[in-house]
């Protein structure tokens, strides 16, 4: 009887072993193949270049390296003084023309009291000259506006709540109209971006939650899948001049499944997270039972 239970115990040992490893095996697969998640994920936000839309000299700096801003606070001043003087150069102008038409006017109302006194080309100069410095004050007082806008323009501001970094700007510094002179993090923008292989995105639902765990922190987040990328750059073409599309002309016959960015909009953030733009992460979908 012994001899006839050891051999049974070893099959089934071995049966036991082999369907382990078989369940195993499909955990690892499902796992890895069909389950969404990926580690490829990063911490993502809008980015405001801020940047000048007048050039001079850099009279003031109002903020420093990650310092926290909302809309409206002041980030540097440019040249103010010598865009003070333009606007009094303009205001100078106006008056300079208000005086010109007011001449001319009067000069025209003269002329129209003296009647036929006066040679019809002369009553038709004095009016051709209303009209002109009419049209100088017009282009004096545009000029004033414009002056005006570039004044204001001289304090830049923030447009967004975020925090500032990448700042390399100092008092004194002449800066151009257009050069980028700060990075803005807009924090009301703050997501999740995980890229995830198209074999997966089957099973990936706009409003499924999710779950995110960021490299270094034990505490996880959590937030909804907010949209899915409408499409990806195709590296195997590219256009020519003649506009005909160029394909690469080798085909791998092992095909790697492209990733696809999946957005994620966090909904809960534990206390003291550092949400630092560019942070890894890890992305779960849970997807949501179908009814």
């Known amino acids: 009887m012994k001899s006839l239970l050891a051999p049974l115990a070893r099959s089934a040992v071995t049966i036991l072993i082999v369907l382990l490893a078989i369940l195993v095996a499909l955990w ?14 990063h ?38 003084p010598r865009f003070q003087l333009t606007l ?18 009067r000069e025209a109302q003269r002329d129209l009291a003296l009647g036929d006194l006066v040679a019809k080309e002369t009553h038709e100069q004095n009016v051709a000259r209303v009209a002109t410095a009419s049209a100088s004050l017009a282009q004096a007082e545009s000029q004033r506006d414009t002056a005006a806008l570039n004044l204001a323009r001289t304090t830049v501001r923030a447009t967004v709540r975020g925090i500032v970094t990448n700042l390399d700007l100092h008092p004194g510094d002449y800066i151009a109209a257009g050069t980028q002179a700060m990075a803005l993090v807009d924090s009301d923008s703050l997501r999740v971006e995980g890229y995830f292989e198209e074999t997966k995105l089957a099973r990936i639902r706009l409003g499924d939650p999710v779950v995110v765990h960021l490299m270094g ?9 907010d949209s899915i990328a409408a499409g990806i750059n195709d590296s195997e ?28 909009k966090l909904e809960r953030v534990p206390a003291g997270v550092a949400l630092i733009v560019g942070r890894t992460a890890t992305v779960t979908v849970q997807p949501r039972v179908q009814p």
């Open 237 to 264: 073409r590219s256009n020519t001049t003649n506009l005909l599309p160029n394909v690469n002309p080798t085909f791998t016959w092992v095909r790697l499944a492209q990733r696809i960015p999946v957005r994620v």
């Open 43 to 80: 911490l993502r936000a809008d980015i405001v270049r801020v940047t000048p839309d007048v050039a001079g000299l850099v009279t003031q700096v109002a903020v420093h390296d990650n310092q926290a801003v909302k809309p409206g606070d002041i980030l540097f001043v440019v040249d103010r």
């Open 28 to 41: 690892l697969w499902r796992r890895y193949e069909t389950d969404p998640w990926t580690r490829d994920g």
């Open 88 to 105: 009094a150069q303009s205001d100078a102008a106006i008056a300079s023309a208000r005086a010109t038409l007011l001449q001319a006017r």
């Open 217 to 225: 922190e034990p505490r996880a987040l959590y937030g909804r899948v």
